[in-house]
């Protein structure tokens, strides 16, 4: 047999990856794959992660464990979440209902994009854990009371507002490549949503502090919309500590800590390294999760024994979906599952709760902490 139709037969998590890669289109693979400007933060988010060494501990009691896991009074059979990830018919026709489909399949959260190319009502019908929708502001206040509440009809249980991103980042790869959305595939959860209209610039104005910076959340929105929403508001893109102090004061109730993968600010730090000052300033108020470079289950563990109380999966559930639809989703969901067992197990971990820093190297501990 040769090494191909074993990795047909038996795919790894990398083998998915790679294989994903292969089958898109170069302009595809650059907007799924690629990251902002010189790609330092893509890259960062995964290295961070192999930076931090194991310190496994021998002959404890894990009888019984799990991976279980409780999140905003929700039980969940691990804590590995699907990110919200925009346009995914471009990867497979069913795009985001294969996705919910495949969450479904493992037991978890899925979180609907904002800029997701399937309609909410039908991604919740084909997987009925797809529960949280994430939101990008938009200028009008009514507009996205509206958003949330057509939500929260749907079922959807939480509502992750992303504030990392007021403008798109420098895309140097899908640039070169010439990426594009085709016209039959768009953000159809969006259509009639009053979009901002700009009045043409006068000479020395810009288009971001002039036009752009008008529109876009400031803190005082998020509190308004954490009053209001009928649903609990996860702020995603949070990596400053005094920024998740001012999150909780607006009425968050949950931070993740993320730096969108690594595609809009290059150089912003790994996101492994930040949680730890994050999860401090938190105080255990609300959940911290964290997103970027995860990869496998060891990186599971290292962010849960950081402080995590889970973690989100972006480009990995990507891969599994354009390999092999709602099977791959699932199939990668329980590979990054099953290797969390191993590594739980094999560090002495009977639970989520037994995942403490003292598993991890103390040099790589503090080295996470500065
Ligand atoms: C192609 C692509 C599209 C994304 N679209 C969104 C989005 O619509 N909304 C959002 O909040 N984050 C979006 N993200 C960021 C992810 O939610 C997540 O933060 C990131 O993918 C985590 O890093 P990872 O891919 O290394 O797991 C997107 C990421 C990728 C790769």
Known sequence: MTEAETQALQPTLRDYERKAYDLLSPDRAAYFFGGAADERTLDANQSAFSDIELLPRMLRDVRGGS????????????????????????????GEAAMALGAAAQDTVMTLSAQSSVDAGAARTAGPSCTWFQLYWTAQREAVMALVQRMADLGFTAIVLTVDAPVQGVR??????????????????????????????EPGESILFDRIAHVSPRWADVEWLCQNSPLPVILKGIVHPDDARQAIEAGASGIIVSNHGGRILDTVPATITLLPAIVKASDGAVPVLMDGGVRRGTDVLKALALGASAVLVGRLAIAGLTVAGSAGVSHVLRLLRDELEVAMMLTGCRSVADTTPDILRRQTVSDAKD
């Not at 896991?69 to 069913?94: F, G, R, S």
């Not at 140097?172 to 610039?201: C, K, Q, Y």
Request: charged share 15%; proline share 12%; glycine share 6%.
């Open 67 to 94: 991976t279980r896991t409780t999140l905003l009074d929700q039980t969940m059979a691990h804590p590995i979440i699907l990110a919200p990830v925009a346009y995914q018919k471009l990867v497979h026709p069913e």
């Open 172 to 201: 140097d790869r899908e640039t070169r490549t010439g990426f594009g959305l085709p016209a039959d595939i768009s953000a159809v959860n969006l259509a009639g949503m009053p979009m901002p209209r700009f009045a043409p610039l």
